[in-house]
């Protein structure tokens, strides 16, 4: 069965869910390409979400595994542009209005407004993502260390990434 349209509609709306970046989208993206359409497992969204944060560029270029998992190169081609093109004209009419409205009066509230919004995504996509990813002792001391590391140094994350692997490999190595 063709599941173009399907893709289309699922990443043009989750492309406007991404207030606050890719992760505030997570929750619903796992709802629909999981539970819904079944285009892939919990656990290999968690994989594609992990290894688009490694890679250059935008962390959201996995959505192109997806669509081209359920429809082919024409899947990854349409979930590419469902996904960045409503966002992308959307954001060009927000500055443009924003702009305009420079002086208005409730610009200020609006901006207050939609910040704790944003953060509440975000906290929403970690707290699903953790459900899946973290599995016992190992993975929850992984998950927190890296947290307080981060919190308290400055640090490239590549490196805590580098780290995570090579905990992996000693950790979860078939025995």
């Known amino acids: 069965m063709n599941q173009i349209p399907a893709l289309v509609r699922v990443f043009a709306y989750l492309s406007i869910l991404t ?6 989208a ?37 959505i192109l595994v997806i669509g081209q998992w359920a429809g082919g190169i024409l899947g990854a081609i349409a979930v590419l542009a469902a996904f960045f093109g409503p966002t992308a004209v959307l954001a ?6 924003w702009k305009k409205l420079e002086r208005w009066p409730w610009r200020t509230s609006i901006q207050q407004g939609l ?6 995504l975000l906290l929403a996509g970690c707290f699903t993502m953790a459900k899946g990813a973290i599995s016992g002792v190992e993975t929850a001391a992984i998950a927190v260390g890296v947290l307080l590391i ?25 025995k």
């Open 19 to 24: 207030v606050g970046g890719g992760m505030a």
């Open 115 to 120: 910040a704790p919004v944003s953060i509440g």
């Open 150 to 174: 981060l919190q308290q140094y400055k640090i490239n994350p590549a490196l805590l990434v580098v780290g995570g692997a090579v905990l992996g490999v000693f950790s979860f190595m078939p």
């Open 26 to 62: 997570f929750p619903e993206m796992k709802i629909l390409t999981v539970e819904v359409h079944k285009w892939l497992t919990f656990p290999q969204l968690i994989h594609l979400y992990s290894v688009g944060q490694m890679a250059p560029g935008p962390n959201m270029m996995m």
């Open 92 to 97: 060009f009419v927000v500055a443009r209005l």
